[in-house]
Nanobody
């Protein structure tokens, strides 16, 4: 299983970015998916997650109302639309997938098994 995150970059405060995660190696539609981020000197934290059929999404309080997670099951991709970015959003962003298809509704990093390599988002103030 491979996850490839992309779309990071430098953006001014208040701006937007869209991250993408391409997944290969097993049936994408069988698995819950998540986004996490890790800022310098901090632990990796949950950002957002989405159910297999996109029917349910979950967000960290810090991004609720600003970020939107989505997935395109036909193309094995997950997205994170990030709006009204602030300096506090500066981090390396990772996409992740649990080991088992039965895993659902989880927000802790320990419940995710496969990880992308991360994409850096830097928000300038």
């Amino acid at each position: 299983v491979q996850l490839q995150a992309s779309g990071g970059g430098l953006v001014q405060g208040g701006g937007s970015l869209r991250l993408s995660c391409a997944v290969s190696g097993r049936k994408f539609t069988d698995y819950y998916m998540g986004w996490f981020r890790q800022a310098p000197g901090k632990e990796r934290e949950f950002v957002a997650a989405i159910a297999r059929n996109s029917g349910t999404t979950d967000y960290a309080d810090s991004v609720k109302g600003r970020f939107i997670v989505s997935r395109d099951n036909a193309h094995n991709r997950m997205y994170l639309q990030m709006n009204r970015l602030g300096a506090e959003d500066t981090a390396v962003y990772y996409c992740a997938e649990p080991l088992n298809r039965s895993v659902y509704g989880v927000t802790h990093r320990s419940r995710y098994y496969y990880w992308g390599q991360g994409t850096l988002v830097t928000v300038s103030s």
